[in-house]
Nanobody
Framework: QVQLVESGGGLVQAGGSLRLSCAASGLTFSSYSMGWFRQAPGKEREFVAGIWSGGATYYADSVKGRFTISRDNTKNTVYLQMNNLKPEDTAVYYC????????????????WGKGTLVTVSS
């Protein structure tokens, strides 16, 4: 079955950096669009960054210029490099896979990981 396993979360001070990883198995990784979403306490899950199977990327305005998504199809892994982190970036970050890559919204994604917690202290 399909598994997406996130790692790399943790506690960091404002202005710091983290790199999240998502290892995928059970799917033809190179054919899938991969996205990162996040959910803060009491808030809805929101899109953060996405990368299509061809390598093009797309970002939420709130993270543009600070976060970078990338993928390594030889390792079936997608990454999210997060720089200049802010307290408002605190959330559980989820990796998701989408076969079609049409829309970057939660209900369009086919598979989800269980998430990794990122906490940014002020």
């Amino acid at each position: 079955q399909v598994q997406l396993v996130e790692s790399g979360g943790g506690l960091v001070q404002a202005g710091g950096s983290l790199r999240l990883s998502c290892a995928a198995s059970g799917l033809t990784f190179s054919s899938y669009s991969m996205g990162w979403f996040r959910q803060a306490p009491g808030k809805e899950r929101e899109f953060v960054a996405g990368i299509w199977s061809g390598g093009a990327t797309y970002y939420a305005d709130s993270v543009k210029g600070r976060f970078t998504i990338s993928r390594d199809n030889t390792k079936n892994t997608v990454y999210l490099q997060m720089n200049n982190l802010k307290p408002e970036d605190t959330a559980v970050y989820y990796c998701a896979a989408d076969r079609n890559g049409h829309r970057w919204v939660p209900n369009a994604m086919d598979y989800w990981g269980k998430g990794t917690l990122v906490t940014v202290s002020s």
